[in-house]
Protein backbone atom coordinates (compact mmCIF):
# COMPACT_ATOMS: atom_id res chain seq x y z
CA UNK A 1 0.00 0.00 0.00
CA UNK A 2 1.31 3.29 -0.88
CA UNK A 3 1.43 5.86 1.31
CA UNK A 4 2.72 10.06 1.83
CA UNK A 5 2.69 10.88 5.75
CA UNK A 6 3.53 14.63 6.56
CA UNK A 7 3.68 15.64 10.04
CA UNK A 8 5.12 18.40 11.98
CA UNK A 9 2.80 20.92 10.94
CA UNK A 10 1.47 23.47 13.82
CA UNK A 11 1.19 26.90 15.00
CA UNK A 12 4.41 29.12 15.13
CA UNK A 13 5.39 32.35 15.68
CA UNK A 14 6.70 34.82 12.99
CA UNK A 15 10.17 34.49 12.33
CA UNK A 16 10.06 30.88 13.44
CA UNK A 17 10.61 27.24 12.41
CA UNK A 18 9.25 24.26 11.43
CA UNK A 19 10.63 20.99 9.85
CA UNK A 20 8.24 19.02 7.73
CA UNK A 21 8.67 15.20 7.38
CA UNK A 22 7.20 13.13 4.70
CA UNK A 23 7.82 9.54 5.30
CA UNK A 24 6.99 7.02 2.54
CA UNK A 25 5.94 3.47 2.09
CA UNK A 26 4.82 1.00 -0.80
CA UNK A 27 7.14 2.52 -3.57
CA UNK A 28 10.62 2.37 -4.53
CA UNK A 29 11.03 6.14 -3.02
CA UNK A 30 14.76 6.84 -4.67
CA UNK A 31 12.63 6.78 -8.61
CA UNK A 32 10.18 9.24 -7.28
CA UNK A 33 11.00 13.79 -7.35
CA UNK A 34 9.65 14.90 -4.21
CA UNK A 35 7.25 18.07 -4.36
CA UNK A 36 6.36 20.55 -1.16
CA UNK A 37 3.12 22.27 -2.24
CA UNK A 38 1.32 24.00 -0.36
CA UNK A 39 -2.61 25.57 -0.64
CA UNK A 40 -4.34 28.14 1.21
CA UNK A 41 -8.36 27.61 1.42
CA UNK A 42 -10.09 29.08 -2.09
CA UNK A 43 -6.57 29.29 -3.58
CA UNK A 44 -4.84 26.94 -5.57
CA UNK A 45 -2.58 25.00 -5.00
CA UNK A 46 1.56 26.01 -5.23
CA UNK A 47 4.70 24.43 -5.92
CA UNK A 48 7.14 25.22 -3.10
CA UNK A 49 9.94 23.10 -3.32
CA UNK A 50 11.26 20.27 -5.03
CA UNK A 51 13.93 18.09 -4.81
CA UNK A 52 14.96 15.28 -7.82
CA UNK A 53 14.91 11.41 -7.15
CA UNK A 54 18.36 11.23 -6.32
CA UNK A 55 18.78 15.03 -4.58
CA UNK A 56 21.04 16.33 -7.25
CA UNK A 57 19.05 19.02 -8.01
CA UNK A 58 16.79 22.00 -6.18
CA UNK A 59 14.66 23.84 -6.73
CA UNK A 60 12.73 26.72 -5.00
CA UNK A 61 9.80 29.09 -5.40
CA UNK A 62 10.99 32.82 -5.35
CA UNK A 63 8.81 33.29 -2.18
CA UNK A 64 10.79 30.87 -0.20
CA UNK A 65 14.20 31.00 -1.58
CA UNK A 66 16.97 31.06 1.55
CA UNK A 67 14.31 30.61 3.98
CA UNK A 68 13.36 26.57 3.27
CA UNK A 69 15.47 24.07 2.37
CA UNK A 70 14.33 20.73 1.49
CA UNK A 71 16.16 17.45 1.81
CA UNK A 72 15.78 13.47 1.38
CA UNK A 73 17.42 10.52 2.86
CA UNK A 74 16.59 7.40 0.60
CA UNK A 75 18.13 5.03 2.75
CA UNK A 76 15.07 5.96 4.85
CA UNK A 77 12.47 6.26 2.04
CA UNK A 78 11.95 9.94 4.06
CA UNK A 79 12.13 13.78 2.84
CA UNK A 80 12.13 17.03 4.97
CA UNK A 81 10.97 20.56 4.27
CA UNK A 82 12.75 22.42 6.64
CA UNK A 83 11.36 26.22 7.10
CA UNK A 84 13.36 29.01 8.58
CA UNK A 85 11.97 32.76 9.25
CA UNK A 86 8.93 31.88 8.78
CA UNK A 87 6.18 34.27 8.02
CA UNK A 88 2.31 35.17 8.14
CA UNK A 89 1.78 34.37 4.52
CA UNK A 90 3.42 31.07 4.88
CA UNK A 91 0.37 29.80 6.37
CA UNK A 92 -1.25 27.24 4.66
CA UNK A 93 -1.85 23.24 4.76
CA UNK A 94 1.16 21.50 3.37
CA UNK A 95 1.37 18.63 0.86
CA UNK A 96 3.90 15.84 0.26
CA UNK A 97 4.20 14.31 -3.38
CA UNK A 98 5.72 11.77 -4.76
CA UNK A 99 6.37 12.25 -8.52
CA UNK A 100 7.94 10.53 -11.69
CA UNK A 101 7.35 10.63 -15.33
CA UNK A 102 8.42 8.09 -18.06
CA UNK A 103 8.11 8.46 -21.38
CA UNK A 104 4.19 9.67 -21.84
CA UNK A 105 2.88 8.82 -18.28
CA UNK A 106 3.33 10.11 -14.90
CA UNK A 107 2.45 8.53 -11.22
CA UNK A 108 1.67 10.77 -8.54
CA UNK A 109 1.40 10.13 -4.93
CA UNK A 110 0.09 12.69 -2.71
CA UNK A 111 0.25 12.83 1.39
CA UNK A 112 -2.85 14.40 3.09
CA UNK A 113 -1.40 17.52 4.26
CA UNK A 114 -0.40 18.96 7.20
CA UNK A 115 -1.47 22.09 8.28
CA UNK A 116 1.16 25.31 9.13
CA UNK A 117 -0.35 28.27 11.11
CA UNK A 118 2.34 31.05 11.38
CA UNK A 119 0.66 33.97 13.57
CA UNK A 120 1.66 36.05 16.65
Known amino acids: QVQLVESGGGLVQPGGSLRLPCAASGFTFSWYDIRWYRQVSGKERELVAE????????KYDDSVKGRFTIIRDNGKDIAFLQMNNLKVEDTAVYFC?????????????WGQGTQVTVSS
Open 97 to 109: NAHRATGWEAEDY
Open 51 to 58: ISNLGASR
